[in-house]
Nanobody, 120 residues
């Protein structure tokens, strides 16, 4: 099985930065693709960024391109968030899957518990 534990959320003023981390454990094969989704109150879950741990290829939602950056370390995926705006306020979830490459929530088998990001 796979466990994902997020950290790094918090409250920040507009224009500020945060760095989210997600430590994964369990079957490495099942964590070949990792990423971040978010969900704001009353809104659908939205794919933010994904990355392949095999080749480093990443994808971003249009709403975060140029502001957010996803990267991987040993058993960890990071989301560097710069130039934050109030619309970025949401619960951010780390995800993993052996095969997924898209930003569709249904593509990912494994989800963390989430970390809250609030931008004011």
């Amino acid at each position: 099985d796979v466990q994902l534990v997020e950290s790094g959320g918090g409250s920040v003023q507009a224009g500020g930065s945060l760095r989210l981390s997600c430590v994964g454990s369990g079957d490495t094969y099942r964590r070949r693709s990792m990423g971040w989704f978010r969900q704001a109150p009353g809104k659908e879950r939205e794919g933010v960024a994904t990355i392949s741990t095999l080749d480093g290829i990443s994808k971003y939602a249009d709403s975060v391109k140029g502001r957010f950056s996803i990267s991987v370390g040993e058993d960890t995926v990071y989301l560097q968030m710069n130039s934050l705006i109030p619309e970025d306020t949401a619960m951010y979830y780390c995800v993993a899957d052996p095969w997924a490459t898209s930003l569709r929530a249904t593509s990912y088998d494994y989800w963390g518990q989430g970390t809250q990001v609030t931008v004011s």
